[in-house]
């Protein structure tokens, strides 16, 4: 317990040296600037910027990222409120109620309350990366290598299920995903598989097809789509700030955020754009000003924005400790975890304990840094955010080109990055899910190396795959995370229609009450 | 819900992918193909289950047009913007990073009639930024260019 804290006040004394603070105020920038702009994601941006982080220590490269998921998914907020147009789908119950009040001249206020609540929803969330991680990181201490194998099945079955409009779709990327990982040499035996030419005998590079994946994809898609003249950001001059009585007014709807938060990041398979509907309308339900909503109610506001920001921590608990991300954008920190050379597990809690302190510490620090550089820049985002996608165009393409050239400075990971861009185009027109395919190179080897080790244990003995209760837990929540997308659906369903329902029976009543 | 016509080149594309993995993996060591053989097997069997469920729809519902799935496709801003994404590679190939950045990005500005100014500025903007943070903070050469190299 002792040592635990120790490690702890390490990593906070790591995580303040300049280096790490000069990174966690750019990624933080960084991730607005992306999460404002409505073409671009979370996700897309953390891929992008993951070559940036190759020659940092693996600590502070985990900073960057971390700090450019929490600022994208706060940034998403700021177009959500002066444009009605939210930047990430994570900010899109904020747009119901911050856009009204930005027609209502509360703009300013708006703005202050979702960086208030990110940052409340974010801080808070760290308490359980800090609590529930460690803790969960030694169950698998007791995998053996079948473990293993539907460890990774599982990470598969979950994300291949939550973002796909159709389960087979999604089960089928990932399935495409670990075909795809078998290219390179044989991991026992050395053989070449699947080989054009020698430049693959490490198997596919994760980063290059990461950024075609998620970044270079997302530029054929804007590319197809016609480029429109964004809305003019609204000009705001009231005040940034709440009176005291406001932020009393708010501070249960943070708290009951933080927990659905919370619990949707921890839970594989749903992520922030559940989460902020889900806090939506909680705050509607415990509300004692229902009337405030529809009209610009500060209580929407947070409770959705914390909701979201509260998402961050939860989702890196089963990420970094079991290595099943729920979503796209942990998918791609884990990547930058695996390329780093670290393994998710209780590796990160013991012979890499520092390094993992220092993240989370600093994951405390960018909620900080979220705030002050969320409040300052509000006005100045807000214009970034009017950027054309005429301009996005060249530049994302440009980014995607030199960051996969950065890694192992060959023009063939160009060539592999512009493949996996069109790939994953192809992928988003046809509701085939990239993140299973990216989760899948990742798995692959890992479930691989199971598989393998396993029957040559037993000697080509099958039923060792289920030989043990861990294995069939195992087996049981891959059945449940094929059946989940089902359950998450209906779930963000009802949650969206509340939201809009609720919405526009409170204006109804609004109106009959003035008329009368 | 309907099924999509293009779902039919969808199918098509993944068994023409296990197909080719298959018959790479029988020519691999017997040792080497258990793995391999595996993930063809999972894909085959999706795509099948997945193929099924599509003719249960096309039975039941009927069919979508394969526009659905390109409703207010840009046709020529498409095709400009990944021609000259291939164009590009091929150029730094040639002409090294900075010069063939600076070409992809003139031409795809003026194409998607950005302004003359606000082309200057990107173009110059995305340099400083790629020479700052990718050449001098991170220490990445950057390709010179054949053409470069044998004028030197």
């Known amino acids: ?516 | 819900m309907k099924m999509k016509k293009t779902d039919i080149g969808v199918v098509a594309f993944f068994y023409l992918v296990s197909a080719y993995f298959y018959s790479q993996t029988v020519k691999l060591p017997a040792s080497s193909q258990t793995y391999p053989r595996f993930t063809v097997a999972l894909v085959f069997g999706l795509t099948t289950l997945y193929l099924i469920q599509m003719i249960v729809r096309a039975v039941k519902n009927g069919t979508e047009s394969v526009t659905a799935d390109f409703k207010d496709f840009q046709a020529r801003q498409f095709i400009f913007c990944f021609c000259a994404t291939i164009v590009y590679l091929v150029l730094i190939h040639f002409f090294g990073f900075y010069i063939a950045t600076a070409i992809f990005m003139v031409a795809v500005l003026l194409f998607l009639r950005v302004p003359l100014i606000a082309t200057a500025i990107s173009v110059v903007v995305i340099l400083a930024l790629i020479y700052f943070a990718f050449q001098k903070f991170l220490g990445v050469r950057l390709p010179v260019g054949e053409v470069i190299k044998a004028l030197k």
């Open chain 1, 1 to 516: 317990m002792l040592g635990t804290l120790a490690q702890m006040g390490a990593g906070f004394l790591n995580a303040l040296t300049p280096i790490n603070l000069l990174m966690m105020a750019g990624g933080v920038a960084m991730g607005i600037i992306i999460g404002c702009m409505p073409g671009l994601s979370a996700a897309m941006g953390v891929a992008l910027m993951l070559p940036m982080t190759f020659k940092m220590a693996p600590e502070t490269g985990l900073i960057v990222l971390g700090a450019i998921y929490c600022g994208a998914i706060f940034g998403g907020s700021i177009s959500a409120i002066l444009i009605h147009t939210p930047g990430t789908p994570a900010s899109a119950a904020t747009a119901i109620e911050g856009y009204q009040m930005t027609l209502r001249g509360h703009a300013g206020k708006a703005l202050f309350t979702a960086c208030y609540a990110s940052f409340w929803g974010g801080l808070l969330s760290c308490i359980s990366l800090y609590f529930f991680a460690p803790l969960l990181s030694q169950l698998t201490l007791k995998f053996m290598s079948a473990e293993y194998f539907w460890l990774s099945i599982f990470g598969l079955t979950i994300i291949a299920g939550v973002s796909s409009k159709s389960i087979v779709k999604g089960l089928m990327s990932g399935a495409l995903g670990l075909l795809i990982s078998t290219i390179g040499l044989d991991p026992i035996t050395g053989v070449k598989r699947f080989m054009p030419s020698s430049y693959f005998a490490e198997g596919i590079n994760t980063t290059c097809a990461l950024i075609g994946l998620f970044s270079m994809s997302q530029v054929f898609v804007l590319a197809e789509a016609k480029i429109k003249q964004r809305a003019r950001a609204t000009k705001f001059t009231d005040k940034m700030s709440l009176t005291r009585e406001e932020r009393r007014l708010i501070r249960p709807t943070i708290f009951r955020s933080w927990i659905i938060g919370n619990l949707i990041g921890i839970l594989p398979g749903a992520g922030a754009s559940i989460a902020c509907f889900l806090g939506y309308n909680t705050s509607r339900q415990f509300s004692k000003h229902k009337d405030q909503f529809g009209k610009g109610s500060i209580e929407g506001v947070a409770g959705s924005e914390a909701a979201n920001n509260a998402v961050t921590g939860g989702s890196l608990i089963p990420t970094l400790t079991l290595g099943i991300p729920g979503e796209s954008v942990t998918a791609v920190l884990m990547g930058g975890l695996v390329i780093q050379g670290l393994t998710p597990g209780p590796e990160l809690f013991g012979k890499y304990a520092p390094m993992t302190y220092t993240f989370f510490a600093g994951f405390v620090l960018v909620q900080f840094f979220m705030l002050g550089i969320g409040l300052l820049g509000c006005r100045g985002f807000a214009q970034i955010s009017r950027l054309s996608d005429a301009i996005l165009i060249p530049c994302v393409t440009v980014l995607c080109f030199v960051g996969s050239y950065a890694i192992h400075k060959n023009i063939m990971d160009m060539v592999v990055m512009l493949v996996f861009g069109v790939l994953g185009y192809a992928m988003r027109k046809f509701d085939l899910n990239t993140a299973a395919v990216v989760l899948a190179l990742i798995l692959g080897p890992i479930g691989e190396k199971g598989l393998r080790n396993a029957l040559r244990t037993s000697n080509g003995n099958i039923s060792v795959l289920f030989s043990s209760v861990v294995c069939w837990v195992l087996i049981a929540l891959c059945i449940v995370g094929i059946l989940s997308p089902i359950f998450m659906a209906k779930m963000e369903k009802k949650a969206e229609k509340d939201a809009v329902a609720g919405t526009e029976e409170d204006i109804e009543k609004l109106t009959e009450e003035d008329s009368v």
